[in-house]
């Protein structure tokens, strides 16, 4: 996907005159850059003519690039010449999340830019205060049963929010901390990090006056984090992931087959109800032992619970309007972010956001001692775009009914306010 410097959120806040090339650059090369994606169908001719257009290009701009600060200090580092470096940076401008191949580069770029990225934090930081201020620094009346988790010996405590890029910070922490460990099936579980666990149990009496809540068995200088995501990205992420069949499996009677069934109750007469239920179970099992791509499973055509054989996302968004209504919702995938670990009584030190990476994660291991180990994170789980491009998110947001599209605006109205997202679209 071509993705514009605006959309990506990596670069904003940066350097003005490196911004400038790159939109320079975006004018003048974007459809080159698409043809050339399909350069097997082009002719030798087109190609040619296609380079010859791409050098002018890199021409133009090259004097302008040779003024921009600590450039030479940059190139010297990273032991290429300055029309590699100027094609990487294009390069990490076009696409949803940035491959790099030069760990180097961005040490120094984020070395360049820390003022700007700690700017943004220190903002941030003070925003969430803020909007914690007016809500009096309460409790949240759901709080999801997986609170904060110290390292002590790293001097870290962590909350990890699901599909916020959990996966990744989980399985380091399994890896650098757990000293028994479990076997392969079962390494990368949260429960092996249970005994790390702050429960409520384990909270330490505040003194009179005092906002912060602390805990009988975290260090009192530890630095809290954790990393958000968009709300909404979060939650289609979810909802992929909700269709694949070891997830229905699990999920159907949690949730799933009640939310289908609200869902799709209007094209099942009341008495086929139960055989075409009884169908699908019986499909859910026969997929947990058999694989359909070999196999198939007979069931009645007309079978409104195979089409599809998961909830949609305006079922999943019903599902989640029915357990927030009955106050009995535990589902942390699409519980809000403010709503893991207390965030407010809890005061943390950064909120990192998924969507700026990598220069904030850069920030974060920075921060958090984590330096030699900042690649380790920069993995496929980590990804804070994934498979949910932009624009699909907010087509799929967009098709739901005008009262569910409205109570995911409230439910995550917090977030919004807190992190500074997006209700809408942007252009």
């Known amino acids: 996907a071509v993705v514009s410097t605006q959309s990506t959120g990596i670069w904003k806040n940066y350097d003005s005159s490196l911004l400038d090339i790159y939109e320079e650059m975006n004018r003048e090369t974007l459809e080159e850059h698409r043809v050339l994606a399909s350069y097997e169908l082009q002719s030798p001719i087109e190609a040619e ?36 470096l100027l094609d990487s940076l294009f390069n990490m401008t076009r ?25 943004r934090m220190t903002k941030r930081m003070e925003q969430i205060s803020e909007v914690c ?25 962590w909350c990890p929010v ?44 505040k003194a009179r006056g005092e906002t912060r809540q602390e805990y009988k068995i975290e260090n009192g200088d530890n630095t809290r984090f954790m990393v958000v995501r968009h709300p909404y990205f979060r939650l289609v992420s979810h909802q992929k992931k909700m269709q694949l069949p070891n997830h229905v499996y699990m999920f159907r009677g949690i949730w799933m087959l009640a939310a289908m069934e609200r869902g799709r109750r209007k094209k099942i007469s009341a008495t086929l109800q139960g055989k075409y239920k009884s169908e699908f179970n019986s499909y859910v099992d026969w997929l947990h032992d058999h694989d359909p791509a070999k196999e198939e499973y007979s069931h009645s055509e007309d079978n409104p619970y195979f089409d599809p054989p998961y909830p949609d996302l305006s079922e999943m968004v019903d599902a989640i309007y029915h357990a927030r209504k009955k106050g009995n919702d535990w589902e942390g995938h699409w519980m809000p972010a403010n709503e893991f670990c207390n965030i407010c009584s809890n005061q943390f030190k950064y909120v990192a956001l998924l969507e ?7 920030y974060i291991t920075d921060k958090l001692g984590l330096w030699a180990d900042r690649t380790v994170f920069l993995s496929h789980e980590n990804r804070s775009q994934k498979h949910t491009e932009t624009d699909d998110v907010w087509d799929f947001i967009e098709a739901l009914p005008q009262e569910r599209r409205q109570f995911l605006e409230k439910h995550f109205d917090i977030d919004f306010q807190m992190f500074g997202y997006a209700r809408s679209r942007q252009s």
Not at 134 to 144: A, D, I, V, W
Not at 177 to 200: D, G, I, M
Not at 356 to 362: D, G, Q, R
């Open 356 to 362: 700026e990476e990598p220069l904030e994660l850069w």
């Open 162 to 205: 699901f599909k916020g890029g959990s996966t990744t910070w989980r399985n380091y922490f399994i890896d650098r901390f757990v000293q028994n460990k479990p076997s392969e099936k079962n390494r990368y579980e949260l429960n092996n990090l249970r005994s790390r666990q702050l429960t409520t149990g384990q909270r330490a009496n």
């Open 49 to 84: 003519e296609w380079t010859q257009k791409q050098e002018a290009v890199f021409e133009e701009v090259t004097e302008d690039f040779q003024e921009i600060r600590y450039l030479d200090h940059i190139v010297e580092a990273t032991k290429i010449n300055s029309r590699r």
């Open 95 to 119: 696409v949803d999340y940035v491959d790099l191949h030069n760990t180097t580069f961005l040490d120094c770029y984020y070395y360049y830019n820390y003022e700007a990225i700690e700017e």
């Open 133 to 157: 201020r007016k809500t009096g620094y309460k409790n949240f009346p759901q709080t999801y049963c997986h609170n904060l988790y110290q390292f002590n010996e790293a001097s870290i405590t």
